[in-house]
């Protein structure tokens, strides 16, 4: 299966730690989204990266998350300092090009939990 | 503001019923409306719709945009207990925006 691989698909962190979410796209494509999804809530948009860049960041919140996507390797969602707050679950979905809806590609998720 | 708003939230149904899902929005450059499909985890791609009046269809499921009133509705008939998920409506707009609506949760009851 060369699906979007997300990984892990539960992280457990306790209030103050760190939290780095891993997402391989597609083989071949070069455009990543991170989503967060909070219970009863919808997708909410964060970040969207190309490849060494980031293109888009206005749904990710400037103090404590960042993200990254190099040359080499899988995108990275980093949470520092995680609060109870970032308990959701983490969504990242990769296209081949700017993506059009049709030929976004989801992952499976990461659930967060800040305990 | 940009907005897509579904509704209702959560839907209970029996095997056999018919239901239909809401979905409106208000974003500035519309180019496209997405209905997506959840189970468990990772969405899954239902339905693009990019003109007004065009109904799509995919066995028991169908949809339609009205880029007038600005909405779009899923349809599903003969519901079967597999279809228990959660629809998501997202739209795309200016260059590479998108948005998804909070989602509604069917309950498809045997």
């Known amino acids: 299966n060369a699906g979007v691989m997300q990984n892990p698909r539960h992280l457990v962190r306790r209030r103050g730690q760190e939290a780095r979410l891993r997402c391989s796209p597609v083989k071949g494509h070069s455009h990543v989204y991170w989503y967060r999804q909070l219970p009863e809530e919808g997708l909410k948009f964060m970040v969207y990266?190309?490849?060494?860049?980031?293109?888009?960041e206005s749904g990710m919140p400037k103090e404590r998350f960042s993200a990254e996507f190099p040359k080499e390797g899988p995108s990275i969602l980093r949470i520092q300092q995680v609060v109870r707050g970032d308990s959701a679950a983490y969504f990242c979905a990769s296209s081949p090009r700017v993506s059009t809806g049709e030929k976004l590609f989801f992952g499976s998720g990461t659930q967060l939990s800040v305990l | 503001e940009d907005k897509v708003v579904q509704s209702p939230l959560s839907l209970v149904v029996h095997e056999g019923d018919t239901v239909t899902l809401n979905c409106s929005y208000e974003?500035?450059?519309?180019?496209?409306l997405l209905w997506y499909k959840q189970e468990k985890k990772a969405p899954t791609f239902l339905f693009m719709l990019t003109s007004s009046g065009i109904e799509k269809k995919s066995g028991r499921l169908s949809s339609i945009l009205d880029k007038k009133e600005l909405f779009s509705i899923l349809n599903i008939t003969a519901t079967q207990t597999g279809d228990s998920a959660v629809y998501l409506c997202a739209t795309t707009y200016n260059n590479n925006d998108m948005r998804f609506g909070a989602g509604t949760r069917l309950t498809v009851k045997p």
């Open positions: 990266l190309q490849k060494e860049n980031i293109i888009d």
């Open positions: 974003v500035t450059n519309f180019r496209s």
